[in-house]
């Protein structure tokens, strides 16, 4: 298989969240339970008592041993050693009938593939004619009560509302290249002249700029590429009298985000903007990493188009002042900061909400514009992040130990804070996709398709010491469905065929309302909240649709493109390479540089791209011993 080419071609993304969750739930770990691997801890502990410090073991579950308890085990092997019996792996306790994984997974017939496809469009649909028919011009639809939702003008401190609904239509927004996706062009078309017809961002609605920039930017930018694309991936779609407009409400847009990057001491961007006034004098000053450092995509898209250098100027600068506040110990970020004084409120470093897209960007920037120094930092960030985020055994597929688990440490000394990950951690694998590591993508999503077997979706939090969720509610994200996805087209393997109907399956028989799809309030339960996000309609469907649909336009060898954090198609063009100013900040200092990352070389890593090999194509991905591993770890038995 053609790795390389993969690398360059392949679809990429995700949405991430707001920082809400951060703010919202405490992080404080927790005691007194048993460890899923029938481990039975007396007491976690996350710190040696004696001197305060972490331990070195990779294994994340003696990681979480305190020193006392280490002691009295060592004492108890000494205890009648030479006639104890000799210990076999505990590994055994995984083995049995090989063939049970075998044969659920091995195969999928075309047929049901097309079954699938089908039942994906439809899904999509349903929820896209009932928001259009109960719900537009509003932002989102309630699928319970079939009614349009808009802002919650009486409570602005609604943020969980406010940040990302801004009275401009979000969900038609939102879904635009998906109509494409789905070979939908009339409606495509009919959607891009409601859009220009209906929308303005005049409006008394204060968002939050990342929101704003991935749903409603993005989708500008990408339908506006699509429409004028001379290569034409999905046929001839221009609009005869189009004229930019699409171009120009992005533009519009992004100057009105523009006050968020002013009266900031760091250049990091205050989060949140009205459309019409700015931002707020009352304004608070504190951001998540993602928030302010996943907006270069879609702005050094609009710079490159427009030939305005002012977008990519902002936003860059932006990363490089959260890249210049990293650990000098560890190298790692936290997930809170205030702009104004460059403090870290959050000392939490992990992959998931607040955290996740900045590393996305990194990567999706260089293969969008080229920029060396967006994979240098992008390449440090990883090395950091395996280094002190990742426990368990080193190799994914061999050898002995508990299965790779990224976790949630401290920024400053990488000692471990909680024992929860969250639903937006399952992004990870399909970035690893795109870095080449396809051997660690496919362990890691095996441990977030573990949990979903287990709940029917993936809760917002799930503690992996307690084996429960921490957080219950599921509002439909992509995320895991994404990673699938990836891995299916890095792979061909059918068992990310047969995940994806598992995860569509499940929204049909749990998420599905009257008039569309739900959140869902409990993932024991199952009991739901009335609201679809658009989210749903931009990335879930989109990204199952495509599993399914090995013909796409954008499956062939000639397209290549990437997907932006929201989902939205982006092609990979040479235009977007091209700058027509000279280099943005040409003498600042801070910079990352070849000689900061660990061997000083500069290179997609391709060196992992021929792990997965051509004889385990139809074979499990993830070895049954393992695969059993995991789900017990989770509970499943």
Known sequence: MQWKSILVGLVVHRLTFSCLLWLAFGLGPSWGFNFPLNLHLNKLQLFNEDDGTSSSDNSWSQRIHGHGDAQSRTSCAKLGEENSPKKSSYLSLFEGDRDEYDRRYSSFPDTLKLKMK???????????????????????????????????????????????????????????????????????????????DTVSFDKD??????????????????????????????????LDDYDNELLHLAHDLAVRLLPAF?????????????????????????TCTSGAGSLLVEFGILSRLIGDSTFEWVARRAVRALWNLRSNETGLLGNVVNIQTGQWVGMQSGLGAGMDSFYEYLLKSYILFGEKEDYLMFQASY????????????SCNEGEGDPP???NVNMFNGQIMNTWIDSLQAFFPGLLVLNGDVEEAICMHAFYYAIWKRFGALPERYNWQLQAPDVLFYPLRPELVESTYLLYQATKNP???????????????????????????????KSKEDRMESFFLSETCKY?????????????SENKYI??????????DARFREKQWNDLFPCEEGVVTDQETSNGSFSINNSNCDRVSEERRYSLPLKSVYMRQIDHMVGLF
Do not use: W
């Open 118 to 196: 089908g039942m994906a469009k439809d899904m999509f649909f349903f929820g896209y004619d009932n928001y259009m028919k109960y719900a537009f011009p509003e932002d989102e639809l309630n699928p319970i009560d079939c009614q349009g939702r808009g802002p919650d003008v009486l409570n602005p401190s609604n943020i969980n509302i406010n940040d990302v609904l801004g009275n401009y239509s979000l969900t038609l927004i939102d879904t635009l290249d998906t109509l494409l996706v789905l070979g939908n062009v009339s409606e495509f078309h009919r959607a891009v002249k409601l859009v220009i």
């Open 205 to 238: 609605s204060t968002v939050q700029v990342f929101e704003a920039n991935i749903r409603i930017l993005g989708s500008l930018i990408s339908a506006h590429i699509l429409l004028t694309d001379p290569k034409h991936p999905f046929g001839d779609v221009g």
């Open 262 to 286: 002013e009266n900031t001491s760091t250049g990091i961007p205050h989060p949140r903007v009205n459309l019409k006034s700015g931002v707020s004098p009352d304004s608070i000053n504190e």
């Open 383 to 394: 090395e950091s992040i395996q280094n002190h985020l990742r426990m368990g055994r080193e």
């Open 405 to 407: 688990l990224y976790v």
């Open 495 to 525: 068992f990310y065929l047969h995940v994806g109907m598992d995860i569509l399956e499940s929204l049909e028989k749990n998420a599905k309302v009257r008039c569309g799809y739900a959140t869902l309030h409990h993932v024991v339960d």
């Open 544 to 556: 199952l649709y495509l599993l399914f649909d090995d013909d796409n336009p954008l499956h062939k």
């Open 563 to 572: 997907f932006t954090t929201e989902g939205h198609v982006v092609p990979i």
